[in-house]
């Protein structure tokens, strides 16, 4: 560890909690967090001007490529408009017209400031409009950092104990959520249409939302199903439960319509930000517009809102994100090259008869280490990961300049023949984890 490194570190942990600005922050890999001093396109620098290909890209927050010249510009754009907050600009009504012409689910739009705001402010949404108090969630799935949201919020604290034929126990709150958060809850095991209906009969006349990720990318990556989704849909208009998914990470990766697209469900309410805007704060709500019209209400409205919502800067860096995404062929060309890296990393792990799977849709993807076999659900992915492996391989990637963290992306700034060189750096780095085991 090089001496800017450590000295940077320790000062930081004499002001900043825990050394950073998030918990999130930490890599799993190496124990430490990472600082930058800059990034650019497919690269991370860290505070010795060390270069990393980066596969994490921002929490899959800059898909497009870190400081991305067309954002970076309209962003300086606002500097000549003047910056200011409290107040909307016709940039705020633009991003919402590409929304709404691109979202299947969106009607309307409303700006928060993150994720976690935007999957608070769905279930208040869904309890206001519907006045029913309970949220169904799938159990292990991530929806950022708010106390509905953090109960069983990843794959290794679901209630692994569940054969899939009823609700699924809260087996961790975190510390500061209160119990009385889970009597407002109740997980079920995802992609299970049989716990979810017969959920729905008995208690359907509680239950305000659903609330799930259409893809998990917070796990890996593990996708769900036109059928599920179809048959969440369906069962929602039975019991007048409002369906609603959270995009923040799964959106604009397999295509500009989102994973709703993708698999040509439409939620009532969806949850956009990461993408939308490729590393400027700005996340939204958009949906319906009769529900969204609940925000407005004369009489009862659900608050929604605040001084930095629909801020300029992300409205800006929406309007360039979405401009970029547009280009006629602009996913499929940059589909092709990730589905090719995913393929030649895979054919690496066959070859040497290392024990992982590659797991891609559209940009983001993950790899399970323990096992050979597909993971299709968190107990096949808790039970078949080998940790120790899984750190070796990622430690020996991260030495030789590739930097994963908690989720995995190709960005649109990975060229072939970056991703050609990374999979060689991965050849080696098998080798080397290989001699762990
Ligand atoms: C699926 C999902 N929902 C919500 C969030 C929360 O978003 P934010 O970090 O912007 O609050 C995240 C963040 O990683 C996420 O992955």
New binding site residues.
């Given amino acids: 560890m090089s001496t800017t490194y450590t000295s940077y570190w320790r000062d930081a942990q004499r002001y900043l909690t825990g050394g950073v600005s998030s918990n999130?922050r930490i890599n799993p890999f190496t124990g430490q967090p990472m600082y930058l001093s800059r990034a650019d396109g497919a690269f991370i620098y860290d505070l010795d001007g060390r270069q990393f290909t980066d596969f994490f890209m921002g929490?899959?927050?800059c898909p497009l490529g870190h400081n991305r010249p067309e954002i970076a510009k309209a962003m300086r754009q606002v500097f000549d408009v003047g910056f200011f907050a409290e107040f909307d600009h016709p940039l705020t009504l633009e991003l919402a017209k590409k929304i709404v012409r691109h979202v299947p689910s969106a009607e309307r739009v409303r700006y928060t400031n993150?994720?976690?705001?935007?999957?608070l402010l769905s279930i208040r949404l869904a309890r206001g409009y519907t006045g029913r108090t309970r949220i169904v969630r799938a159990d292990g799935?991530?929806?950022?950092?708010h106390d509905y949201?953090l109960p069983n919020n990843l794959a290794t604290f679901t209630d692994r104990d569940n054969p899939g034929d009823r609700v699924s126990r809260i087996v961790r709150y975190t510390a500061g959520v209160p119990e009385t958060i889970g009597e407002t809850l109740y997980l079920i095991p995802w992609n299970n249409i049989e716990v979810f209906d017969k959920l729905a009969r008995s208690k359907g006349h509680e239950i305000a939302a659903i609330l799930m990720?259409p893809i998990d990318?917070?796990n890996g990556c593990i996708g769900s199903s036109t059928e599920y989704l179809q048959a969440v849909r369906r069962i929602c208009d039975e019991h007048g439960i409002m369906f609603i998914l959270?995009?923040?990470?799964?959106g604009f990766r397999t295509g500009i319509s989102c994973a709703q697209g993708y698999y040509g469900v439409t939620p009532d309410l969806s949850?956009l930000?990461?993408a939308l805007t490729n590393g400027v704060?700005l996340?939204a709500i958009v949906g319906k517009e009769k529900i969204m019209a609940k925000m407005m209400d004369p009489v009862d409205p659900v608050i929604a809102g605040g001084t930095f919502s629909g801020n300029l800067m992300g409205c800006a860096a929406g309007i360039a994100s979405l401009t970029i995404m547009e280009q006629p062929g602009f996913f499929e060309t940059w589909h092709e090259r990730v589905d090719t890296f995913y393929e030649t990393v895979q054919a690496i792990f066959d070859e040497q008869d290392f024990p992982a799977v590659v797991q891609g849709l559209g940009c983001t993807f993950g790899i399970y280490v323990g096992s050979r076999e597909p993971v299709r659900n968190y107990r096949d992915m808790v039970e078949s990961t080998n940790p120790a492996l899984r750190t070796a391989l990622f430690r020996k990637c991260m030495e030789k300049g590739l930097y994963f963290h908690t989720?995995f992306t190709v960005s649109a700034q990975h060229d072939g023949r970056l991703l050609a060189e990374s999979a060689e750096i991965m050849r080696e780095a098998v080798r080397k984890a290989k001699e762990t085991l």
């Fill in positions: 999130f929490h899959g927050a993150s994720g976690s705001e935007a999957t799935h991530f929806h950022g950092g949201a990720n990318y917070n959270d995009e923040i990470l799964s949850l930000g990461k704060p996340a989720d």
